[in-house]
C-alpha cells in the first residue's frame, strides 16, 4: 500500500491534467444524460439525429459555459463588480482548500498519510476562533495572536497524531481518521457550553468574531475575497522551500522515501514524524483561520466544511508539489464556485460537481487506468 | 534451448547501457558475463527477461525471434531468471511462493497446493536442494531462499536460466553449493548465464565467459585463463588483486568492547558477552558464517539495537545509551551491511545521499537553507574520486548498478571526519577494480590512526584485509588470532571450535 501510495504522491503531474480532463468528459456525459431534452430527442434519434446532437450540445456546453462564468469571468453580467465576482469567488473557496492540501502534501511527500485534515481544521478553527471571539485585544495584536492560536492548534492536533504513531506504532491513517470525529464532536460539545456558545442562543454557534481578529477584505465589502489569499500563497512558497531547500525538509522526504536508510543516517524517526504531523496539521489549522476569521466569522459545527476531504485529493491530484496544489486547489474552489451558477442557470445538479470530483480522485488513485485510456507508456524506470 | 542476442542496444537518456550486443547461450554450457560495474550486465539480463524494451537488435530462440512485452512472455517462452532480490513473500509456505505467478496456466484456476507441494518435492530432490515445501519462507536462510526462486524458474519448465549475481549475498558455503547446483542443471541441458564479480567462480564454472566493458562486449576469455588476466579484462587494466599494506602500526586501543550482550524482539540472546579491543592503526575484521550476530554487534555500536548490556567505548566515551545520531556525531562511519535498504534512498540523487547523513550542518546547512551549490561540488568530486558512473549527480539511486550504488555509501561513509569505521562486507557487489581501490582506501583509513572494523564473510577477505581476525559464532567470539592464522584453523573457529 505505502508502495502504491508513493506512486501517486510522486506520480506524473501530465497524468494530473489528463485525470482532470477525463473527469470532465465524464462529466459532461452525465450531464448530458440527465438532460430532459436530450432524453427527448433520444425517443426519435434514428428519425431526426440531429436534433440529439444539438440538444447534447447544448447541455454541455450550457452546463460548462454556465460553470465558466460561475468560476471565472461572468461575460453576460452587466457591471463590472458582477463579471469579476467568480473569479474572486473561486479564490476564496480556494484559500482554505489550498492550505489544507498544502498540509497534506508535506506529510505525503514525508510517507505520511494524513488524513485528518477536517479534524486539523477545526482545531484550527477553534483556537483562532476562541482568541478572535472571546479575547479582547488592541487591533494590531489581536489578529497576529488569533492567527498563531489557530495555526499553533492545528500543529498540536497534528502533532499529537504524530506522538501516537512515533510511540505507539499506530497507523497514523486510522489515527487521524478517529481525531477527526473527536475533533468535530469536541466541537459539537463545546459549541453547547458556554466556552465557545453565543450567550442566549439555542442553536450551537458562537458570537461573532471581533472585527479586530479578521483577515481584511482585499477588495472592498463586494467581494468576499480577504487577506487569507496572501497568506495561502505566501503558505505554497514556504513549503515549496521547505520541501526543496531546507534541511528539516530534506529529511522530512528522507523519511518519506526510505525511513530505514533514514534512521540508519542518524534521522531520530519519532521527532521527525512528530514534526511532520505538526508542520502538517499548522497549515491545515491555518486553513482553519481563514474559515473563522475571514469567511465565516462564526463558529459553527460547519466550520471545517468538506474542506478536509477536498485537500486530500487536491494534494494528490497536485501530487504533494506545492504549486501543483496551488492549481489544483483553484480548480476545486472553481468548481465549487461554478456548481452554483450552474444548477441556477441550467438546472443541473450540483451533485455533478461530486461526480466530477470523485472521478479525478478515482483517475488519480488509478494511474494504469488512465495511462491506457491516453495510450501513455508508463514510465521505463518503473521496470527496476 | 539456445539464446542469441543480437545487436542488442538499450539506451536510457543520453547514455547507452548496452552497444549493440551479441551473446549466444548454449544449452549444456554455463556462460560468465564479466565485466566493471556499470558495464550494462544487469541492463542486457532485463532485456533478456522482458522487463526493459531493447532500443534495438533481436532475440533469438533456437533461431526463432521472439518479442518480450513482459517477464511474462519471458517466462513463457522458457526464460527463467533468479534475481539478486528475491521476489519471495516471506509470510508463504515455499510452495505457496511457487505456485505464485503460475497458477492459473499450470495448475488451473483453483490453487493446487498439493500438486506444487510434489512438484517442489520432485525438483528438490532431483537436485538436491533439500527444501520442505511447508518451511515459511521468512524463516529460510537467504541460500535456501534463492533455492526457491530457482525451483520457481523450474517449475515453469525454464530452459534457460539467468543468475544475476546470485553469490553477492550468500555464504561461501551456499556459494559451493550453488555452484554445484549450477552444474547440475547445466548437465541437465539447461542453458545458463552466470554473472558474478569473482574470478574463483568464473574460474570453477565457466564454459564460456564473455567480458563487457562501457555496454559493449570486449571479448570472450578461456576459462583457463589466469585470475590475473581474467581481471584485467574485465576493467580494461592491470589490477592488484592482492591488498597492498605495511603492517600495522597499531597504537593505543581506542575502541573497546566489553561484557557486550544483546538480546532480539523474541527474548534470546544474540549477543553473549563480547569482548575486544582494536587500537589506533588497526583493522579488526569480524569473520564467520553470515548470522551468528555480526549484524546485532554494529547494529549495537551505532546504537540502533534494543536490548543491550555491557560496554563499547569510543575514544573513552560509552556508546551505549546514544542514539544513532550522537554515535555518527562523535565519528562513526558506518557501512550498513544492505545497501539498498539501509544505506541508499533510492528515489535520491547520488547528491542528495552523499549528504544523508549530514543533513543538519555545515558546510551542507547553513541555518535551515541547504547549500546547493557546495552540494554540488562535493557530489562531483566525490564521483570522481570513487569512479561512481552515472549520467551525473542528479541520476536517481536507483538508476544506478548494483555496484556503483555501493560506491556512493562508501564514498558518503568514508568522507566523515572518522573516529572509528564500521563496515559490513564493503565490498559487496563491487568489480576487481574498485575492491582493489576500496581496500586501499580503507588501509588509508588505518593508516592515519583511526580503528576499523570490518564485517567479512569471505575468508579470502578477512585474511587480506584484517591485521587481527576475530571469528564469530551463535553470538559469541570464539577467539582473536592473527590474520595469517591458517585457513583450516579459522574454518574450524566458524564452526565454533575455539582454536
Ligand atoms: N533505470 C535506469 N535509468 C537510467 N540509467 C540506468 C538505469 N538502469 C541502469 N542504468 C545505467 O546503465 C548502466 C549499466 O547498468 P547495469 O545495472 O546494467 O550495470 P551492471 O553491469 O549490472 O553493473 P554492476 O556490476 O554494478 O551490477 C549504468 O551506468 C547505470 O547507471
Ligand atoms: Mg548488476
Redesign the pocket.
Given at each position: 500500500m505505502k508502495k502504491a501510495f508513493r506512486e501517486i504522491v510522486n506520480g506524473n503531474i501530465w497524468l494530473s491534467f489528463l485525470a482532470v480532463v477525463a473527469s470532465f468528459i465524464v462529466g459532461g456525459i452525465l450531464i448530458a444524460f440527465s438532460s430532459e431534452t436530450v432524453q427527448t430527442t433520444a425517443t426519435y434519434l434514428t428519425a431526426r439525429p440531429t436534433d440529439f446532437i444539438s440538444a447534447v450540445w447544448n447541455a454541455v456546453f450550457g452546463a460548462y459555459d454556465a460553470m465558466f462564468r460561475g468560476a471565472v469571468f461572468n461575460y453576460k453580467a452587466d457591471n463590472l463588480t458582477f463579471m469579476i465576482r467568480p473569479i474572486t469567488e473561486t479564490l476564496a473557496y480556494a484559500t482554505p482548500i489550498v492550505m489544507s492540501g498544502l498540509g497534506l502534501a508535506v506529510a505525503f511527500k514525508s510517507g505520511l498519510f494524513n488524513i485528518g485534515a477536517a479534524g486539523q481544521i477545526v482545531f484550527g478553527a477553534m483556537f483562532a476562533g476562541w482568541v478572535a471571539i472571546f479575547v479582547d485585544l488592541p487591533g494590531y495584536i489581536h489578529f497576529p495572536i488569533a492567527l498563531l492560536a489557530g495555526i499553533l492548534g492545528g500543529a498540536l492536533w497534528g502533532a499529537l497524531a504524530g506522538f501516537l504513531k512515533a510511540a505507539t506504532g499506530a497507523n497514523e491513517v486510522i489515527v487521524t481518521i478517529m481525531f477527526n470525529y473527536i475533533a468535530i464532536l469536541l466541537l459539537g460539545y463545546l459549541l453547547k457550553t458556554p466556552v465557545l456558545k453565543a450567550p442566549g442562543s439555542v442553536n450551537p454557534i458562537s458570537p461573532p468574531v471581533h472585527d479586530s481578529a479578521k483577515y481584511a477584505l482585499l477588495m472592498g465589502d463586494q467581494f468576499r475575497v480577504h487577506a487569507g489569499l496572501i497568506a495561502m500563497l505566501i503558505a505554497v512558497v514556504f513549503v515549496w522551500w521547505l520541501l526543496n531547500r531546507s534541511s528539516i525538509g530534506f529529511q522530512f522526504r528522507a523519511l518519506g522515501h526510505n525511513p530505514n536508510a533514514a534512521k540508519v543516517a542518524g534521522i531520530n524517526i519519532g521527532a521527525t514524524t512528530v514534526l511532520v504531523m505538526a508542520v502538517s496539521g499548522a497549515l491545515s489549522g491555518l486553513a482553519g483561520t481563514s474559515q473563522i476569521m475571514g469567511t465565516e466569522k462564526f463558529l459553527t459545527l460547519g466550520v471545517a466544511a468538506s474542506f478536509g476531504f477536498d485537500a486530500i485529493t487536491v494534494a494528490l491530484l497536485g501530487r504533494s508539489n506545492p504549486w501543483g496544489v496551488l492549481m489544483a486547489g483553484i480548480l476545486f474552489g472553481g468548481l465549487r464556485a461554478g456548481a452554483v451558477t450552474m444548477q441556477a442557470n441550467q438546472g443541473v445538479p450540483i451533485d455533478i460537481v461530486l461526480v466530477v470530483q470523485s472521478m479525478i480522485v478515482l483517475f488519480i488513485a488509478a494511474p494504469p487506468l488512465v495511462r491506457s485510456m491516453f495510450r501513455i507508456k508508463p514510465q521505463?524506470?518503473d521496470?527496476? | 534451448m539456445k539464446l542469441e542476442l543480437r545487436g542488442i542496444t538499450k539506451r536510457?537518456?543520453t547514455?547507452t547501457?548496452n552497444d549493440h550486443v551479441n551473446l549466444i547461450a548454449e544449452p549444456g554450457q554455463i556462460h560468465c558475463l564479466v565485466?566493471?560495474?556499470?558495464?550494462?550486465?544487469?541492463?542486457?539480463m532485463n532485456v533478456i527477461f522482458g522487463l526493459y524494451q531493447a532500443d534495438g537488435g533481436e532475440i533469438l530462440i533456437d533461431d526463432k525471434l521472439v518479442k518480450f512485452s513482459g517477464p511474462g512472455d519471458a517466462m513463457a517462452a522458457g526464460i527463467g531468471m533468479v534475481h539478486q532480490h528475491f521476489m519471495l513473500i516471506p509470510v508463504f509456505t515455499v510452495a505457496e511462493n511457487v505456485i505464485l505467478g503460475h497458477e492459473p496456466t499450470k495448475f488451473g484456476t483453483v490453487l493446487d497446493i498439493k500438486k506444487a507441494r510434489e512438484r517442489v518435492l520432485d525438483i528438490s530432490k532431483r537436485f538436491g536442494f533439500e527444501v520442505d515445501p511447508d518451511a515459511l519462507v521468512g524463516d529460510l536462510p537467504v541460500g535456501v531462499q534463492q533455492r526457491v526462486e530457482i525451483i520457481k524458474a523450474l517449475m515453469s519448465d525454464a530452459q534457460i536460466l539467468i543468475f544475476?549475481?546470485p553469490t553477492a549475498v550468500l555464504t561461501p558455503q551456499e556459494t559451493d553449493e550453488l555452484m554445484v547446483i549450477m552444474k547440475q542443471l547445466r548437465d541437465e541441458g539447461k542453458s545458463i548465464v552466470f554473472?558474478t564479480?569473482k574470478l574463483r567462480e568464473v574460474k570453477e564454472v565457466a564454459d564460456k565467459i564473455t567480458v563487457?566493458r562501457l555496454?559493449k562486449v570486449v571479448g570472450e576469455a578461456k576459462p583457463t585463463a589466469s585470475a590475473n588476466e581474467l581481471a584485467s579484462m574485465m576493467v580494461g587494466r592491470e589490477v592488484d588483486l592482492d591488498v597492498n599494506k605495511a603492517a600495522a602500526k597499531p597504537g593505543k586501543p581506542l575502541f573497546k568492547v566489553a561484557g557486550l550482550s544483546a538480546w532480539d524482539h523474541a527474548g534470546s540472546k544474540v549477543l553473549d558477552d563480547i569482548n575486544f579491543e582494536i587500537h589506533e592503526g588497526e583493522i579488526l575484521v569480524i569473520a564467520g558464517v553470515q548470522g551468528n550476530g555480526q549484524t546485532e554487534l554494529t547494529e549495537a555500536i551505532i546504537g540502533m539495537h534494543g536490548k543491550t548490556i555491557g560496554s563499547i567505548e569510543l575514544d573513552g566515551r560509552e556508546l551505549i545509551g546514544k542514539n544513532v545520531k550522537q554515535v555518527l556525531d562523535l565519528g562513526v562511519g558506518f557501512v550498513p551491511e544492505d545497501r539498498t535498504e539501509d544505506g541508499l534512498v533510492a528515489d535520491f540523487t547520488i547528491a542528495e545521499n552523499l549528504m544523508l547523513d549530514r543533513s543538519d550542518r555545515k558546510p551542507f546547512v547553513k541555518g535551515l537553507n541547504l547549500q546547493l551549490d557546495f552540494l554540488k561540488k562535493f557530489a562531483a568530486e566525490k564521483i570522481a574520486e570513487y569512479d561512481v558512473?552515472?549520467?551525473g549527480i542528479e541520476?536517481k539511486a536507483?538508476?544506478?548498478?548494483?555496484?556503483?550504488q555501493q560506491k556512493v555509501v562508501l564514498a558518503r561513509e568514508l568522507s566523515r571526519e572518522l573516529r572509528l569505521l564500521v563496515a559490513s562486507q564493503p565490498t559487496r557487489?563491487l568489480?576487481v577494480g574498485s575492491i582493489e581501490f576500496v581496500h586501499e582506501k580503507i588501509v588509508a583509513t588505518r593508516d592515519s590512526g583511526i580503528p576499523v572494523l570490518i564485517v567479512a564473510t569471505e575468508l579470502d577477505e578477512a585474511a587480506q584485509l584484517g591485521d587481527r581476525i576475530a571469528v564469530m559464532y551463535r553470538g559469541k567470539i570464539v577467539g582473536i588470532v592473527p590474520s595469517d592464522t591458517p585457513r583450516a584453523t579459522l574454518g574450524q573457529m566458524m564452526a565454533g571450535i575455539s582454536a
Amino acid at each position: 500500500m505505502k508502495k502504491a501510495f508513493r506512486e501517486i504522491v510522486n506520480g506524473n503531474i501530465w497524468l494530473s491534467f489528463l485525470a482532470v480532463v477525463a473527469s470532465f468528459i465524464v462529466g459532461g456525459i452525465l450531464i448530458a444524460f440527465s438532460s430532459e431534452t436530450v432524453q427527448t430527442t433520444a425517443t426519435y434519434l434514428t428519425a431526426r439525429p440531429t436534433d440529439f446532437i444539438s440538444a447534447v450540445w447544448n447541455a454541455v456546453f450550457g452546463a460548462y459555459d454556465a460553470m465558466f462564468r460561475g468560476a471565472v469571468f461572468n461575460y453576460k453580467a452587466d457591471n463590472l463588480t458582477f463579471m469579476i465576482r467568480p473569479i474572486t469567488e473561486t479564490l476564496a473557496y480556494a484559500t482554505p482548500i489550498v492550505m489544507s492540501g498544502l498540509g497534506l502534501a508535506v506529510a505525503f511527500k514525508s510517507g505520511l498519510f494524513n488524513i485528518g485534515a477536517a479534524g486539523q481544521i477545526v482545531f484550527g478553527a477553534m483556537f483562532a476562533g476562541w482568541v478572535a471571539i472571546f479575547v479582547d485585544l488592541p487591533g494590531y495584536i489581536h489578529f497576529p495572536i488569533a492567527l498563531l492560536a489557530g495555526i499553533l492548534g492545528g500543529a498540536l492536533w497534528g502533532a499529537l497524531a504524530g506522538f501516537l504513531k512515533a510511540a505507539t506504532g499506530a497507523n497514523e491513517v486510522i489515527v487521524t481518521i478517529m481525531f477527526n470525529y473527536i475533533a468535530i464532536l469536541l466541537l459539537g460539545y463545546l459549541l453547547k457550553t458556554p466556552v465557545l456558545k453565543a450567550p442566549g442562543s439555542v442553536n450551537p454557534i458562537s458570537p461573532p468574531v471581533h472585527d479586530s481578529a479578521k483577515y481584511a477584505l482585499l477588495m472592498g465589502d463586494q467581494f468576499r475575497v480577504h487577506a487569507g489569499l496572501i497568506a495561502m500563497l505566501i503558505a505554497v512558497v514556504f513549503v515549496w522551500w521547505l520541501l526543496n531547500r531546507s534541511s528539516i525538509g530534506f529529511q522530512f522526504r528522507a523519511l518519506g522515501h526510505n525511513p530505514n536508510a533514514a534512521k540508519v543516517a542518524g534521522i531520530n524517526i519519532g521527532a521527525t514524524t512528530v514534526l511532520v504531523m505538526a508542520v502538517s496539521g499548522a497549515l491545515s489549522g491555518l486553513a482553519g483561520t481563514s474559515q473563522i476569521m475571514g469567511t465565516e466569522k462564526f463558529l459553527t459545527l460547519g466550520v471545517a466544511a468538506s474542506f478536509g476531504f477536498d485537500a486530500i485529493t487536491v494534494a494528490l491530484l497536485g501530487r504533494s508539489n506545492p504549486w501543483g496544489v496551488l492549481m489544483a486547489g483553484i480548480l476545486f474552489g472553481g468548481l465549487r464556485a461554478g456548481a452554483v451558477t450552474m444548477q441556477a442557470n441550467q438546472g443541473v445538479p450540483i451533485d455533478i460537481v461530486l461526480v466530477v470530483q470523485s472521478m479525478i480522485v478515482l483517475f488519480i488513485a488509478a494511474p494504469p487506468l488512465v495511462r491506457s485510456m491516453f495510450r501513455i507508456k508508463p514510465q521505463k524506470e518503473d521496470a527496476k | 534451448m539456445k539464446l542469441e542476442l543480437r545487436g542488442i542496444t538499450k539506451r536510457f537518456g543520453t547514455m547507452t547501457a548496452n552497444d549493440h550486443v551479441n551473446l549466444i547461450a548454449e544449452p549444456g554450457q554455463i556462460h560468465c558475463l564479466v565485466g566493471e560495474n556499470g558495464a550494462g550486465k544487469s541492463t542486457l539480463m532485463n532485456v533478456i527477461f522482458g522487463l526493459y524494451q531493447a532500443d534495438g537488435g533481436e532475440i533469438l530462440i533456437d533461431d526463432k525471434l521472439v518479442k518480450f512485452s513482459g517477464p511474462g512472455d519471458a517466462m513463457a517462452a522458457g526464460i527463467g531468471m533468479v534475481h539478486q532480490h528475491f521476489m519471495l513473500i516471506p509470510v508463504f509456505t515455499v510452495a505457496e511462493n511457487v505456485i505464485l505467478g503460475h497458477e492459473p496456466t499450470k495448475f488451473g484456476t483453483v490453487l493446487d497446493i498439493k500438486k506444487a507441494r510434489e512438484r517442489v518435492l520432485d525438483i528438490s530432490k532431483r537436485f538436491g536442494f533439500e527444501v520442505d515445501p511447508d518451511a515459511l519462507v521468512g524463516d529460510l536462510p537467504v541460500g535456501v531462499q534463492q533455492r526457491v526462486e530457482i525451483i520457481k524458474a523450474l517449475m515453469s519448465d525454464a530452459q534457460i536460466l539467468i543468475f544475476d549475481e546470485p553469490t553477492a549475498v550468500l555464504t561461501p558455503q551456499e556459494t559451493d553449493e550453488l555452484m554445484v547446483i549450477m552444474k547440475q542443471l547445466r548437465d541437465e541441458g539447461k542453458s545458463i548465464v552466470f554473472i558474478t564479480h569473482k574470478l574463483r567462480e568464473v574460474k570453477e564454472v565457466a564454459d564460456k565467459i564473455t567480458v563487457i566493458r562501457l555496454g559493449k562486449v570486449v571479448g570472450e576469455a578461456k576459462p583457463t585463463a589466469s585470475a590475473n588476466e581474467l581481471a584485467s579484462m574485465m576493467v580494461g587494466r592491470e589490477v592488484d588483486l592482492d591488498v597492498n599494506k605495511a603492517a600495522a602500526k597499531p597504537g593505543k586501543p581506542l575502541f573497546k568492547v566489553a561484557g557486550l550482550s544483546a538480546w532480539d524482539h523474541a527474548g534470546s540472546k544474540v549477543l553473549d558477552d563480547i569482548n575486544f579491543e582494536i587500537h589506533e592503526g588497526e583493522i579488526l575484521v569480524i569473520a564467520g558464517v553470515q548470522g551468528n550476530g555480526q549484524t546485532e554487534l554494529t547494529e549495537a555500536i551505532i546504537g540502533m539495537h534494543g536490548k543491550t548490556i555491557g560496554s563499547i567505548e569510543l575514544d573513552g566515551r560509552e556508546l551505549i545509551g546514544k542514539n544513532v545520531k550522537q554515535v555518527l556525531d562523535l565519528g562513526v562511519g558506518f557501512v550498513p551491511e544492505d545497501r539498498t535498504e539501509d544505506g541508499l534512498v533510492a528515489d535520491f540523487t547520488i547528491a542528495e545521499n552523499l549528504m544523508l547523513d549530514r543533513s543538519d550542518r555545515k558546510p551542507f546547512v547553513k541555518g535551515l537553507n541547504l547549500q546547493l551549490d557546495f552540494l554540488k561540488k562535493f557530489a562531483a568530486e566525490k564521483i570522481a574520486e570513487y569512479d561512481v558512473r552515472a549520467q551525473g549527480i542528479e541520476s536517481k539511486a536507483s538508476q544506478l548498478s548494483g555496484g556503483n550504488q555501493q560506491k556512493v555509501v562508501l564514498a558518503r561513509e568514508l568522507s566523515r571526519e572518522l573516529r572509528l569505521l564500521v563496515a559490513s562486507q564493503p565490498t559487496r557487489g563491487l568489480d576487481v577494480g574498485s575492491i582493489e581501490f576500496v581496500h586501499e582506501k580503507i588501509v588509508a583509513t588505518r593508516d592515519s590512526g583511526i580503528p576499523v572494523l570490518i564485517v567479512a564473510t569471505e575468508l579470502d577477505e578477512a585474511a587480506q584485509l584484517g591485521d587481527r581476525i576475530a571469528v564469530m559464532y551463535r553470538g559469541k567470539i570464539v577467539g582473536i588470532v592473527p590474520s595469517d592464522t591458517p585457513r583450516a584453523t579459522l574454518g574450524q573457529m566458524m564452526a565454533g571450535i575455539s582454536a
